[in-house]
C-alpha cells in the first residue's frame, strides 16, 4: 500500500524559503498513471492546492502562488520536493504531499500523507 | 478564478440521511470529488468521478452532479461520520476546493 511522508524544518522565518520533501514507498513515483501534488491547510482554514509535477519533470502550479513556488522530483529518491521563497506568517500550514490519479474522466488525491506544520516567525 | 462554494455547516440525527452541496459554474460539466476529515487527521477520498467509492468507504457515501451542484449524500449518517467534508475539481489544470462543510451529527 502506497504511503506518503512529508517531511522539513517546522519553523521558517519570515522572507525565508520553505523547503519540504515528500517521500514515496509502497510503490514508484515513476508511473505514468499518477501526478505527485502538495496541497496545504492553514490553522483552522480550508484547503488550497499548491502544485503538482509529474514524473517526466512536467508541472502545473496554482496561479496565486506560481511566482514563488518550484516543485521538483528526485526519481532515483522516489522523492519530490517543494519550495516556497519569501514566505510570511500567511503561509503558515499544514503540508500535504499526495498522489494524484489522472484519468480522461477526472482527477483526483490518494493517498494523502499525514501532514506537516510550518510555522513562519521569527 | 474558479470558485466552489458549501454551506459552512450541516447537522443530521443519527440515521437520517446528510445531503451537503457544492456549487460551481457549470460544475456538471466537470468531475466532482469529496474528501472527509476528520480533527487532526489527513482528508480521505470518499467519493471520485462524482460518484464512485474508493475501495473501504461505505456505501451509505454517495454522490451526484449536474448542473452547477455536487451532492454528498450520507444515507443512515452514523457519528463516526462526524467530520469535515470538501469538494474539489479541476479548472484550467488547476485544482479547485470547496471552502469545506463541517457535518455534526446529533
Known amino acids: 500500500q502506497m504511503q506518503l511522508q512529508e517531511s522539513g524544518p517546522g519553523l521558517v522565518k519570515p522572507s525565508e524559503t520553505l523547503s519540504l520533501t515528500c517521500s514515496v514507498s509502497g510503490g514508484s513515483i515513476s508511473s505514468s498513471s499518477y501526478f505527485w501534488d502538495w496541497i496545504r491547510q492553514p490553522p483552522g482554514k480550508g484547503l488550497e492546492w499548491i502544485a503538482s509535477?509529474?514524473?517526466?519533470?512536467?508541472?502545473y502550479y496554482n496561479p496565486s502562488l506560481k511566482s514563488r513556488v518550484t516543485i521538483s522530483v528526485d526519481l532515483s529518491k522516489d522523492q519530490f520536493s517543494l519550495r516556497l521563497t519569501s514566505v510570511t506568517a500567511a503561509d503558515t500550514a499544514v503540508y500535504y504531499c499526495?498522489?494524484?490519479?489522472?484519468?480522461?474522466?477526472?482527477?483526483?488525491?490518494?493517498?494523502w500523507g499525514q501532514g506537516t506544520l510550518v510555522t513562519v516567525s521569527s | 478564478s474558479y470558485d466552489l462554494t458549501q454551506p459552512p455547516s450541516v447537522s443530521v440525527s443519527p440515521g437520517q440521511t446528510a445531503s451537503i452541496t457544492c456549487s460551481g459554474d457549470?460544475?456538471?460539466?466537470?468531475?466532482t470529488c469529496w474528501y472527509q476529515q476528520k480533527p487532526g487527521q489527513s482528508p480521505v477520498l470518499v467519493i471520485y468521478q462524482d460518484n464512485k467509492r474508493p475501495s473501504g468507504i461505505p456505501d451509505r457515501f454517495s454522490g451526484s452532479n449536474s448542473g452547477n451542484t455536487a451532492t454528498l449524500t450520507i444515507s443512515g449518517t452514523q457519528t463516526m461520520d462526524e467530520a469535515d467534508y470538501y469538494c474539489q475539481a479541476w479548472d484550467s489544470n488547476a485544482a479547485v476546493f470547496g471552502g469545506g462543510t463541517k457535518l455534526t451529527v446529533l
Open positions: 499526495a498522489r494524484r490519479h489522472i484519468e480522461r474522466a477526472g482527477n483526483w488525491f490518494d493517498p
Open positions: 509535477i509529474y514524473y517526466t519533470g512536467g508541472t
Open positions: 457549470k460544475l456538471g460539466n466537470k468531475f
